[in-house]
């Protein structure tokens, strides 16, 4: 049995664009500094993130989803990542944060070539006025 572990690193990318459509509320993604994830071939972790509230009035992020694109080794494809989308919707207090996890899971069949890799993620989401 492998037991590679991998460092699941954040791209601290905005999630949405400051210039919403009516009704839509902007908001950014980052990284919860100290807690990483370490995975291994065929594990589950939990990809903490903080989403920032922008806005003058609470939200609610009604979806978020993260997409890995590339890796910091091209001997380790970034399909073999997935992490699943936000499972329910979060309120978010005006000008503020709150904190939420992201299943992620690496593939059983994760290559050794995938020991210590980065994988940069990419957030997109949507979020109403609350």
């Not at 999630?15 to 950014?28: E, L």
């Not at 009604?62 to 091209?74: D, E, R």
């Amino acid at each position: 049995m492998r037991t590679a572990v991998l460092a699941v690193a954040l791209a601290l990318t905005a999630a949405c664009t400051p210039q919403q459509p009516p009704g839509k509320a902007g908001f950014t993604v980052t990284d919860v500094p100290g807690r990483s994830t370490a995975l291994y071939p065929g594990a589950t972790g939990a990809r903490w993130v903080r989403i920032g509230n922008t806005e003058n009035f609470p939200i609610k992020v009604t979806t978020l989803t993260a997409t890995v694109t590339a890796t910091s080794n091209p001997a380790c494809p970034p399909d073999l990542v997935r992490v699943d989308p936000l499972a329910k919707a979060l309120v978010v207090p005006k000008q503020g944060f709150a904190e939420v996890a992201l299943t992620t899971h690496l593939a059983a069949a994760a290559p050794d070539a995938c020991k210590n890799v980065t994988f940069p993620l990419t957030y997109s989401g949507t979020a109403t006025k609350s």
